[in-house]
């Protein structure tokens, strides 16, 4: 088989098809990049120049991959992200001994000075606003639609597709469901959609007005160069759902069915919608199915019932596992080389054939990952990862 370009390579595999290897991915997204500690000891690993690490995403401290290692890596997939609105920036301060800054929805990261390696939420924004009333009244939205967050958007698409780039477009926030927890605050938004359900799904809906009038304007933007649409919501713990599979589909899965149904009919050519899910969600993969997903990540293969052989038997025909190609909660971080070559080696034995699989870690690689480990999987990847 010839050499495909990275476009065709991801498009192949979409289509549950074998291409000629099997697509990587570092740093296409949010949820598939590189702490910027990983990254920076994973530069001079390799010998590649050191440069000031441009960070992609504030709260997880990400690392913009950059094309030097896009190319040593043979990095399948690019990122192509909304900017900031214009005239804005992140407002970050000193507050004892915490660095903090507050995002344009309003809520509040704080991350530990000097040692810290993440912003954690501390503040929400509707956390004493519990009435529709109120919250049309004290709350305003953020813009989708402000232009900062389409620059250069049309011309980096067109690029990327001459090119033959495969990319991931990237989304304006959180899912629906986390947005609703971010805003209000955990306790009180679990507590809503049981005892509060008119306003949980009130502000479920105005999250959704939002994301709505932003990928009609990114899709406008876009136009047929296109392939991989981002989207998220996380439902699982480590063992359970983090809601019933009833509330689940009373609440959330009629919105996220509407929302994948705008996205493929506004959108100019046929796209996938990649879905951001963590933990044990199996249970969850048909509804997910239904609901107009084509893509699961980050395939948590250490949570319960997820196994990647049992998944692919079961759902790999319908979906495709873009992740779950070696555990970053303990073998990645903690094994030896050795661990990691042989996770590396079962998950492509389980997830590859026929397609439908974009090798990707189980979520970001983290800052305590060593350089020798990454490459370790890599190499696995490029051993085994031809069809």
């Known amino acids: 088989m010839s050499e495909m370009t990275s476009w065709q390579r991801v498009e192949t595999a979409l289509q549950h098809k074998e291409p000629d290897r099997i697509p990587f991915d570092l740093g296409g997204s949010e949820v598939t990049g590189i702490h910027r500690c990983a990254y920076t000891r994973l530069r001079e690993y390799l010998g590649l120049p050191q440069r000031k690490v441009v960070i992609e995403d504030l709260s997880q401290q990400l690392a913009k991959v950059d094309y030097d290692m896009q190319e040593r890596l043979k990095i399948d997939v690019y990122p192509l992200n909304p900017g900031k609105p214009e005239g804005w920036e992140p407002h970050i301060e000193t507050v004892g001994n915490y660095s903090r800054y507050i995002d344009e929805w309003g809520i509040h990261w704080y991350m530990p000075l000097g040692h810290g390696l993440y912003y954690d939420m501390r503040q929400h924004p509707l956390a004493n606003i519990d009435s529709i009333e109120e919250l049309n009244n004290k709350y305003t939205f953020p813009d989708p639609v402000d232009p900062g ?24 926030a959180a899912g629906i469901f986390e947005m609703a927890l971010w805003l209000r605050g955990f306790e009180n938004f679990y507590t809503d959609m049981i005892f509060n359900q008119k306003f949980a799904e009130y502000l479920l ?4 007005e939002v994301k709505w009038r932003y990928w009609e304007k990114a899709l406008d933007e876009v136009g047929e160069n296109v392939l991989v649409i981002s989207e998220a919501d996380d439902l699982g713990s480590q063992k359970n759902g983090l809601i019933s599979p009833e509330l689940y589909r009373r609440l959330l899965k009629p919105r ?12 100019q050519r046929k796209v996938y919608i990649f879905y951001h899910c963590c933990g044990a969600i199996k249970e969850l993969i048909p509804d997910l199915i239904e609901s107009g997903v084509d893509i699961l990540n980050p395939v948590q293969v250490s949570a319960k019932g997820m196994d990647t052989k049992e998944l692919k038997r079961l759902f790999g025909k319908d979906i495709t596992f873009w992740g779950g190609g ?15 070559r042989d996770e590396v080696k079962r998950r492509i034995e389980d997830l590859a ?21 990454i490459m370790a999987m890599w190499e696995t990847l490029q051993e085994y990862g031809r069809y």
């Open 205 to 208: 809906d105005k999250i959704m």
């Open 256 to 267: 996220h069915t509407q929302l994948f149904n705008f996205i493929k009919k506004k959108a």
């Open 149 to 172: 967050r389409f620059a250069g958007m049309k011309e980096q698409a067109q690029n990327y597709r001459r090119e033959g780039k495969a990319y991931i477009l990237g989304r304006n």
């Open 326 to 340: 070696v555990d970053t909660q303990n073998i990645l971080p903690d094994g030896t080389p050795q661990h990691v």
């Open 353 to 373: 054939p026929g397609g439908g699989f974009v090798f990707n870690t189980v979520h970001n690689i983290q800052g305590d990952v060593p350089p020798e480990n």
